[in-house]
C-alpha cells in the first residue's frame, strides 16, 4: 500500500504520533532518512532486525510520520520506498477541550513533479 500523509483528510491520532517518535528504534530509523530508503537499507544501517524494522515502519506511516512510494522496476520487481513526510510536529493542549492535546504537522511543499502527477491522479479519478 502506498501512503502518502500529506493528502490524508484526518489527522493521526495523537497518542499514535508519541507512541512512535517514544520508540528508539523508530526515531533512529527517522534519522537515518536524509533520503528515500528502503526497508533493507534502513534495518542494515540502523542496526535493527529487519522484521522489527518493517513493524516501526508501519507505526511511523500510521502515525503520518513517513510517505510510502513504491518504485517499479523492468524486472517486474518492486520496491517500497520511506521519507520522511514532516518537516517539524507539534503537540499542543486543544483550545477547545483543555484535555486533548492537539498534533500539528508542517510538511514539506511538494515538488513540480509531484503537484502534476496528483494533478493528474485527480483529473483521471473526475473522467
Not at 523508530?26 to 524494522?53: G, Q
Request: charged share 40%; glycine share 2%.
Amino acid at each position: 500500500m502506498v501512503r502518502d500523509p500529506s493528502r490524508e483528510e484526518t489527522s493521526p491520532d495523537v497518542g499514535d504520533v508519541l507512541d512512535a517518535l517514544a520508540d528508539d528504534a523508530a526515531r533512529r530509523i527517522v534519522t537515518a532518512l536524509s533520503e528515500p530508503k528502503t526497508a533493507s537499507e534502513l534495518s542494515e544501517e540502523c542496526e535493527i532486525p529487519l522484521s522489527t524494522t518493517y513493524r516501526k515502519l508501519e507505526k511511523l506511516t500510521e502515525a503520518s510520520l513517513l510517505d510510502e512510494s513504491t518504485d517499479i522496476r523492468r524486472d517486474g520487481q518492486h520496491t517500497t520506498r520511506y521519507a520522511v513526510a514532516f518537516e517539524e510536529v507539534a503537540v499542543s493542549v486543544d483550545e477547545e477541550n483543555e484535555r486533548a492535546f492537539a498534533v500539528d504537522f508542517e510538511r514539506p511543499e511538494q515538488a513540480r513533479d509531484e503537484r502534476l502527477a496528483d494533478l493528474w491522479s485527480e483529473l483521471r479519478e473526475e473522467t
